[in-house]
Each structure stands twice: as structure tokens, then as C-alpha cells.
């Protein structure tokens, strides 16, 4: 019986020593106050280093060729409906307003209630129309423009918005092309630098130290 149970650790030992894990010699007691320098600390439910849990990549599997941000074109959709909705909702509230104000000495009455609803409707196509026309050439400028650079970046946006309002005033004439343009190239600037704000604070804060 002896001679088997020592066979037996013989044994267990050359599996162990074959695996390297009786090569150190040490045992859970000697490596229980070891500090684990650097290092972070095991899960205690998974038992696996929590830093190969953290994933850099992104989850999501995208086609060949495709960009992870949207480019204009699909952004193009948004714009433009959401322009729409916008400018039916604004108007909505303008012909409201209008109703009342020209209704005001009449009686609340059935021709009262036509005539303010007629100025909400005229009002809110009337608005809509005109956001989402704005919308449908600044969406087609800034896809065009991005074709031709090869790039998407703020000054893609500001041109966009200043052709856009030369085109939408080019009936005015001169005057009405460069009131447009500048119209265009003020808003879309201030957009640019809205984007940008916290960048540019980052970069003056840098300078600073």
C-alpha cells in the first residue's frame, strides 16, 4: 500500500513538474503577501484579469468601405425633414397668432374659428416649404462639395450655407445674391464654431501653460 501511494505522488509530481507547476516550489501561503506591483487586482467571480474584459474596438460590424460617422448624404434625409417639421411647427404657431391678432374684434363664432384655421395651415406650408427648400440646397451643396474634395470638414459647411443663400436669393439681384451669401456664411460659421468651442478651449488652455 505504501509503495503504491508512493508511486502515486511520483507520479502527481512528474505531471506537475511536466506542466511547470511545481517547478517554483512555492506554495499559496508563500505567494498570499506577494504585492501584485502594476498589476490589476483578479475578478473575484471570473477569475480572469478584468483588463482583457475591456473591449477598444467598436461592436458594431460595418461594410466594406463604410465610414463610422454618417457622411451628408445620409445626414441629408435628417436635415431636411427635420426642417420641414420644424418650420410647419413655427408656422403653425405664427398663423395662430396672426388669427388672433385679426379676429380680434369678431365674435367667437364658426367663421372665426374657419379663418383662424386657414392662417395656421397657409402659415405652416408657407414656413415649411421655405426651411425645407433651404435645407434641400444646403444638403445638395454640401454633398457636391464633399464629392469634389474628398473631405468633410467645417469649411464643407460653411460654403455650403453661403451658396445656398445666393442661390435662394438670386432672384433679388446683386444686392440680393450678397445679402444672401453673407446671411448663409453668418449662420454657418456660427455653427462651425459651436462645433468647435470646446476644442478651441482646449487648445488656448494648453497655450496658456
Known amino acids: 500500500m505504501e509503495g503504491g501511494g508512493g508511486s502515486g505522488n511520483k507520479t502527481t509530481g512528474g505531471l506537475a513538474g511536466f506542466f511547470g507547476?511545481?517547478?517554483?516550489?512555492?506554495?499559496?501561503?508563500?505567494?498570499?503577501?506577494?504585492?501584485l506591483t502594476g498589476m490589476n487586482p483578479l475578478s473575484p467571480y471570473l477569475n480572469v484579469d478584468p483588463r482583457y474584459l475591456v473591449q477598444d474596438t467598436d461592436e458594431f460590424i460595418l461594410p466594406t468601405g463604410a465610414n463610422k460617422t454618417r457622411g451628408r448624404f445620409e445626414l441629408a434625409f435628417f436635415t431636411?425633414?427635420?426642417c420641414c417639421m420644424t418650420g410647419a411647427a413655427f408656422g403653425a404657431v405664427n398663423g395662430l397668432r396672426l388669427g388672433l391678432k385679426e379676429t380680434q374684434n369678431m365674435a367667437w363664432s364658426k367663421?372665426?374659428?374657419?379663418?383662424?384655421?386657414?392662417?395656421?395651415?397657409?402659415?405652416?406650408?408657407?414656413?415649411a416649404n421655405t426651411l425645407g427648400s433651404l435645407a434641400l440646397l444646403y444638403s445638395a451643396f454640401g454633398?457636391?462639395?464633399?464629392?469634389?474634395?474628398?473631405?468633410?470638414?467645417?469649411?464643407?459647411t460653411v460654403a455650403a450655407g453661403t451658396m445656398t443663400g445666393m442661390l435662394y436669393k438670386c432672384t433679388g439681384g446683386l444686392r440680393g445674391i450678397a445679402r444672401g451669401g453673407l446671411t448663409g456664411l453668418t449662420l454657418t460659421s456660427l455653427y462651425a464654431l459651436y462645433n468647435n468651442w470646446e476644442h478651441m478651449k482646449g487648445s488656448l488652455h494648453q497655450q496658456s501653460l
Do not use: C, F
Open 21 to 35: 507547476a511545481g517547478g517554483a516550489g512555492y506554495s499559496h501561503a508563500d505567494l498570499a503577501g506577494v504585492p
Open 80 to 82: 431636411i425633414g427635420g
Open 111 to 127: 367663421p372665426r374659428n374657419v379663418q383662424i384655421l386657414n392662417m395656421v395651415t397657409r402659415q405652416g406650408a408657407l414656413w
Open 143 to 156: 454633398v457636391i462639395i464633399e464629392k469634389t474634395r474628398g473631405a468633410e470638414d467645417d469649411l464643407n
